[in-house]
């Protein structure tokens, strides 16, 4: 017995051993040498470390971020939590049909291969069972659930407008994402527009577009919420009959009513007027509006679908009505900040699990800040309690993408030792390369969160470096 366990504490030495030579090659490497570096790596059998740098040093973490959204809404929530969008009668006025939001970003979504317009189309079908045809009826859009400052206010003027930035409301539709398509064939800068998908009839583009000759896609459309005046620079490939970047609805709310309308009249039903929350809302007018009759509902997804959505996809917009709906639940006010609510439950809940979060400087749920930090230690704690703790702790093992495999990670790892053995969510914005999450190979099993900010290399230099640091684990 003796010897088996000199045998056991000389292979754990060698390891230990390989795994600090694998974090100074890492150091070392040309590609970081500005860079700020921190790194933390856990026993999650023993909760003691393996190896670490500056494991309490805060950074910018990108992407990772979801980790913390996703395993928090997982906790509060549950894994079987559905946001319920209904459409009623107004009991206080039979002629006004109320869309009542609940902050879905699933509906109309096209990441699930569901049908898009089910919702436009359930709802039709529903309603002319209901409606008189020679009546006139109006649309009031409730999607005053979040407010209405719908992104953060620490985000970039540069993402602004583009479809991985968009506004979280009471009410999202189709992801609040539309497609703008180009003709490039005739190598003429600016490429002419030939039409947005869905159809955005208000919106306006100025066009300072460039092409070029690489296949890039470096297209970008810019603006604010609720204007309708976009303007569009960067570049894009030549020689294409049709070309297509994404940027985001300006108004969800109102674009959803608009839309609802046009299925209605094409039914043979009169719509007089469609008008959201919003103007009442600003104004801090009581709304006057009694939801009836519920003639549709329209339930998403579990979150066990969503969060996995979130981590393997990395979807901005989904991460950012989970915070909100989680601030919104603590504090039911539609007049508070969901955003900030959501970030307060958050460094709570966690405080409450006995981690610190004196490291955690939040902004919002997707990590697109740039201004959001805090520590790999801090991360790797919270990785380890879903892991050891959580009643949710396969759900959201199953949320993250697997090395080698699929989502962000389908080629982060692959042909090596750990393909399809590491679970992680990665994160990158300028500057910033990050990992975090699970290796589980037989009785090795560590929770890890790597995180380098202000690289001097390339990324693919330093995700190789990451991934030859991983390897040494």
Same mark, same amino acid.
């Given at each position: 017995?003796?010897?088996?366990?000199?045998?056991?504490?000389?292979?754990?030495?060698?390891?230990?051993?390989?795994?600090?030579?694998?974090?100074?090659?890492?150091?070392?490497?040309?590609?970081?040498?500005?860079?700020?570096?921190?790194?933390?790596?856990?026993?999650?059998?023993?909760?003691?470390?393996?190896?670490?740098?500056?494991?309490?040093?805060?950074?910018? %973490?990108?992407?990772?971020?979801?980790?913390? +959204?996703?395993?928090?809404? @997982?906790?509060?929530? /549950? *894994?079987?939590?559905? #946001?319920?969008?209904?459409?009623?009668?107004?009991?206080?006025?039979?002629?006004?049909?109320?869309?009542?939001?609940?902050?879905?970003?699933?509906?109309?979504?096209?990441?699930?291969?569901?049908?898009?317009?089910?919702?436009?189309?359930?709802?039709?079908?529903?309603?002319?069972?209901?409606?008189?045809?020679?009546?006139?009826?109006?649309?009031?859009?409730?999607?005053?659930?979040?407010?209405?400052?719908?992104?953060?206010?620490?985000?970039?003027?540069?993402?602004?407008?583009?479809?991985?930035?968009?506004?979280?409301?009471?009410?999202?539709?189709?992801?609040?994402?539309?497609?703008?398509?180009?003709?490039?064939?005739?190598?003429?800068?600016?490429?002419?527009?030939?039409?947005?998908? %869905?159809?955005?009839?208000?919106?306006?583009? +100025?066009?300072?577009?460039? @092409?070029?000759?690489? /296949? *890039?896609?470096?297209? #970008?459309?810019?603006?604010?919420?609720?204007?309708?005046?976009?303007?569009?620079?960067?570049?894009?490939?030549?020689?294409?009959?049709?070309?297509?970047?994404?940027?985001?609805?300006?108004?969800?709310?109102?674009?959803?009513?608009?839309?609802?309308?046009?299925?209605?009249?094409?039914?043979?039903?009169?719509?007089?007027?469609?008008?959201?929350?919003?103007?009442?809302?600003?104004?801090?007018?009581?709304?006057?509006?009694?939801?009836?009759?519920?003639?549709?509902?329209?339930?998403?997804?579990?979150?066990?679908?969503?969060?996995?959505?979130?981590?393997?996809?990395?979807?901005?917009?989904?991460?950012?009505?989970?915070?909100?709906?989680?601030?919104?639940?603590?504090?039911?006010?539609?007049?508070?900040?969901?955003?900030?609510?959501?970030?307060?439950?958050?460094?709570?809940?966690?405080?409450?699990?006995?981690?610190?979060?004196?490291?955690?400087?939040?902004?919002?749920?997707?990590?697109?800040?740039?201004?959001?930090?805090?520590?790999?230690?801090?991360?790797?704690?919270?990785?380890?309690?879903?892991?050891?703790?959580?009643?949710?702790?396969?759900?959201?093992?199953?949320?993250?993408?697997?090395?080698?495999?699929?989502?962000?990670?389908?080629?982060?790892?692959?042909?090596?030792?750990?393909?399809?053995?590491?679970?992680?969510?990665?994160?990158?914005?300028?500057?910033?390369?990050?990992?975090?999450?699970?290796?589980?190979?037989?009785?090795?099993?560590?929770?890890?969160?790597?995180?380098?900010?202000?690289?001097?290399?390339?990324?693919?230099?330093?995700?190789?470096?990451?991934?030859?640091?991983?390897?040494?684990?």
């Amino acid at each position: 017995m003796k010897r088996f366990l000199l045998l056991y504490l000389s292979l754990c030495s060698v390891w230990l051993s390989y795994s600090q030579v694998g974090l100074q090659q890492l150091l070392n490497n040309a590609a970081l040498k500005h860079a700020s570096v921190g790194i933390q790596v856990t026993d999650l059998n023993t909760g003691k470390t393996i190896v670490s740098h500056d494991p309490q040093k805060s950074l910018t %973490p990108a992407s990772i971020t979801k980790v913390i +959204t996703s395993a928090t809404a @997982l906790e509060l929530l /549950g *894994s079987e939590y559905r #946001y319920v969008t209904q459409v009623t009668l107004d009991e206080s006025d039979p002629t006004r049909i109320l869309v009542l939001g609940s902050g879905d970003p699933t509906l109309g979504s096209d990441v699930f291969g569901d049908n898009t317009t089910a919702f436009f189309i359930n709802t039709t079908d529903a309603l002319k069972k209901e409606l008189q045809p020679d009546q006139e009826y109006s649309i009031y859009v409730v999607d005053n659930l979040f407010g209405y400052d719908g992104i953060s206010p620490e985000w970039t003027w540069i993402d602004i407008g583009n479809y991985y930035a968009s506004g979280s409301y009471g009410i999202s539709i189709f992801d609040n994402t539309y497609k703008l398509f180009f003709n490039t064939s005739a190598r003429i800068a600016p490429p002419r527009i030939l039409r947005t998908e %869905p159809d955005m009839k208000k919106i306006r583009f +100025t066009n300072f577009l460039t @092409l070029n000759t690489t /296949g *890039s896609d470096n297209g #970008y459309i810019y603006g604010i919420p609720f204007s309708y005046e976009r303007t569009v620079k960067g570049n894009i490939p030549a020689g294409k009959a049709e070309f297509s970047i994404k940027g985001d609805i300006p108004d969800p709310g109102l674009f959803l009513g608009e839309t609802l309308a046009d299925y209605l009249v094409r039914s043979g039903i009169k719509i007089s007027q469609v008008e959201t929350a919003r103007t009442d809302y600003l104004a801090k007018k009581q709304v006057q509006y009694k939801p009836g009759k519920i003639v549709h509902t329209q339930t998403s997804r579990p979150m066990k679908d969503i969060v996995q959505e979130v981590n393997v996809k990395s979807n901005n917009h989904y991460a950012e009505h989970l915070l909100r709906i989680i601030g919104r639940t603590q504090n039911t006010d539609i007049y508070s900040d969901a955003l900030q609510a959501g970030i307060g439950y958050v460094k709570k809940f966690w405080e409450q699990q006995g981690i610190s979060t004196s490291s955690l400087t939040l902004h919002d749920g997707s990590g697109l800040a740039p201004q959001n930090a805090f520590s790999p230690a801090f991360l790797t704690e919270i990785l380890a309690y879903m892991y050891t703790k959580s009643k949710n702790s396969k759900v959201f093992f199953d949320s993250l993408p697997k090395a080698g495999k699929d989502g962000t990670l389908r080629s982060f790892m692959r042909n090596t030792k750990y393909e399809g053995k590491i679970s992680a969510k990665s994160g990158s914005i300028g500057g910033v390369q990050c990992y975090s999450g699970y290796l589980i190979d037989g009785n090795k099993q560590y929770a890890f969160t790597v995180m380098i900010n202000k690289f001097n290399g390339t990324r693919s230099q330093v995700r190789s470096a990451i991934e030859k640091f991983l390897s040494t684990l």
